[in-house]
Nanobody, 127 residues
Framework: QVQLVESGGGLVQPGGSLRLSCATS????????IGWFRQAPGKGREGIAC????????NYADAAQGRFTISRDNAKKTVYLQINNLKPEDTAVYYC????????????????????WGQGTQVTVSS
């Protein structure tokens, strides 16, 4: 069955960096779009970035330009999200997700495009 497992979250001081990982199984990883999302307390789920099949085909939400980098290792079936210069407003549960089927073309950071979700990893930015 399809599984996505996030890791790498934790408590970090403002200005610090984190690399989140999303380990996957149960589907053909190298032909599937993977997205990263987050949900802060009291807010809706927010799209951050997505990668469709390779690092040459990525897309970022406008608010994520500059500090967030998505990458994937197809051999390890893992997608990463590098976050630099963390701010308190980045505090949230971070999720990865994949679509139900193969996507031809550019991926989107719209949560409605994604069907399978991980359980999330908590990122807390505080001094």
């Amino acid at each position: 069955q399809v599984q996505l497992v996030e890791s790498g979250g934790g408590l970090v001081q403002p200005g610090g960096s984190l690399r989140l990982s999303c380990a996957t199984s149960g589907f053909r990883f190298d032909d599937r779009a993977i997205g990263w999302f987050r949900q802060a307390p009291g807010k809706g789920r927010e799209g951050i970035a997505c990668s469709n099949r390779s690092d040459r085909n990525t897309n970022y939400a406008d608010a994520a330009q500059g500090r967030f980098t998505i990458s994937r290792d197809n051999a390890k079936k893992t997608v990463y999200l590098q976050i630099n210069n963390l701010k308190p407003e980045d505090t949230a549960v971070y999720y990865c997700a994949t679509r139900m089927n193969r996507l031809v073309g550019a991926c989107r950071t719209d949560a409605s495009d994604y069907f399978y979700w991980g359980q999330g990893t908590q990122v807390t930015v505080s001094s």
